[in-house]
Every structure is written in structure tokens, then in C-alpha cells.
Antibody, heavy 120, light 107 residues
Framework: EVHLVESGGGLVQPGGSLRLSCAAS????????MHWVRQAPGKGLVWVSR????????TYADSVKGRFTVSRDNAKNTLYLQMNSLRAEDTAVYYC?????????????WGQGTLVTVSS | AIQMTQSPSSLSASVGDRVTITCRAS??????LGWYQQKPGKAPKLLIY???TLQSGVPSRFSGGGSGTDFTLTISSLQPEDAATYHC?????????FGQGTKVEIK
């Protein structure tokens, strides 16, 4: 069974930094594009970023561009999200997701999420 | 960015009812749409991709339809375990965008 386990969330002050991790297991991590999706408390889902299977290509939502960096270590089966210059509006549960394609793209597995709270 | 508008934002229905949720895209997205179910405190779960393809293991009472700008998620016979929030997601172009969600409650 595919497993995605996020960690690294917590309370951080505005302007601070945090690095999220997503440990993947039970599948060939290096073969899949991975994404981050977030959800503010009581709000809808928002796509954040993506990274190619080899880490050479990344894309970001405008709201995090220049502040967040997605990366991966395929030897460690781990996805990362480095978050800098954090703002109150970045407060959310962050999910890592695995991407598949079969006529269209979709997220077939999600982690359980890790909560990031930006507050003074 | 493509805007995804879901309706209704919430609904209450009885066990056995047929329930339909719609999602409208601000521009054509072919069939590049998925539906996800989310229960409180849990991660979303994939129900349907490519607008109408049922994900393996998902009960057949769930079905999806539509193409272009208008899409539907139908639950043919609502069950107690279907109480959740349902989200559509367009994967036609970046940034990928979700609808605002539809909360389904059981009467």
C-alpha cells in the first residue's frame, strides 16, 4: 500500500521559515511527479506546487512563487517544501500528493497532511 | 487562472436519494476534471478522473459526466457514509484549480 507521510509543520512567526517533508514508501518514488496542495482552516483546497520525477522541473502557484521551493531526494524517497517569508495567509494543512496520468491527470494518493500555523 | 464554480455549496438529502453536484469551468477544459471526496479531518480521496472514469475501489453509485465547461458528480443512491465535502479539480492548465467544495449532509 502506498504511503505518504508529511512532517515538519508547526507554529511559526510571520516572516519565518519552515521545511515540510513527505516520506514516500511502497512505490518507486523516483518515477512519479509529486505535488503539494494546501487547505486553510475551514476553506477549500488550493494547489501549491509540483516537481518532476527527476526534480528538474518545478512549478508554483503565484501566491507562493519566490517564497516556497519544492525539491526531492529520490535516494531518500522524500519530497520537501521549503517555505520562507511566511505570512498569516499561508496557515493551512499541507498535503503531498502523487500524480498519475491515464487519459487525464489525477492525484491517486494523498498524505494525511501537516498543519502550518503562521502567527505571532 | 481558470475558475471552477461548484454548486450547490451545501445540500441535505435522505438516504437513498439521488444527488447531483455541478462544477462549471470559466473556460473549456476538455475532460480534464477530477472529483475528490473529503471527510472531516481527513485527506481528500479520489473518486473520478478524466471527468467520468471511476477510480478503482470507488462504489458504482458514484458517476461523473460532462465535458468542456460543465461537469456533474452524481450519487445515485445516497448512503450514510457519503456525508462529506466534494471537490472538483481542473487539470487542464496551471495553476490547477479546485472548486470551492460542496458539503453533503444526510437528513
Amino acid at each position: 500500500e502506498v504511503h505518504l507521510v508529511e512532517s515538519g509543520g508547526g507554529l511559526v512567526q510571520p516572516g519565518g521559515s519552515l521545511r515540510l517533508s513527505c516520506a514516500a514508501s511502497e512505490f518507486t518514488f523516483s518515477s512519479y511527479w509529486m505535488h503539494w496542495v494546501r487547505q486553510a482552516p475551514g476553506k477549500g483546497l488550493v494547489w501549491v506546487s509540483r516537481i518532476s520525477s527527476d526534480g528538474s522541473m518545478t512549478t508554483y502557484a503565484d501566491s507562493v512563487k519566490g517564497r516556497f521551493t519544492v525539491s526531492r531526494d529520490n535516494a531518500k524517497n522524500t519530497l520537501y517544501l521549503q517555505m520562507n517569508s511566511l505570512r498569516a495567509e499561508d496557515t493551512a494543512v499541507y498535503y503531498c500528493t502523487r500524480l498519475l496520468y491515464n487519459g487525464s491527470y489525477y492525484f491517486d494518493y494523498w498524505g494525511q497532511g501537516t498543519l502550518v500555523t503562521v502567527s505571532s | 487562472a481558470i475558475q471552477m464554480t461548484q454548486s450547490p455549496s451545501s445540500l441535505s438529502a435522505s438516504v437513498g436519494d439521488r444527488v447531483t453536484i455541478t462544477c462549471r469551468a470559466s473556460q473549456g477544459i476538455r475532460n480534464d476534471l477530477g472529483w475528490y471526496q473529503q471527510k472531516p479531518g481527513k485527506a481528500p480521496k479520489l473518486l473520478i478522473y478524466a471527468a467520468s472514469t471511476l477510480q478503482s475501489g470507488v462504489p458504482s453509485r458514484f458517476s461523473g459526466g460532462g465535458s468542456g465547461t460543465d461537469f456533474t458528480l452524481t450519487i445515485s443512491s445516497l448512503q450514510p457514509e457519503d456525508a462529506a465535502t466534494y471537490h472538483c479539480l481542473q487539470v487542464y492548465n496551471f495553476p490547477w484549480t479546485f472548486g470551492q467544495g460542496t458539503k453533503v449532509e444526510i437528513k
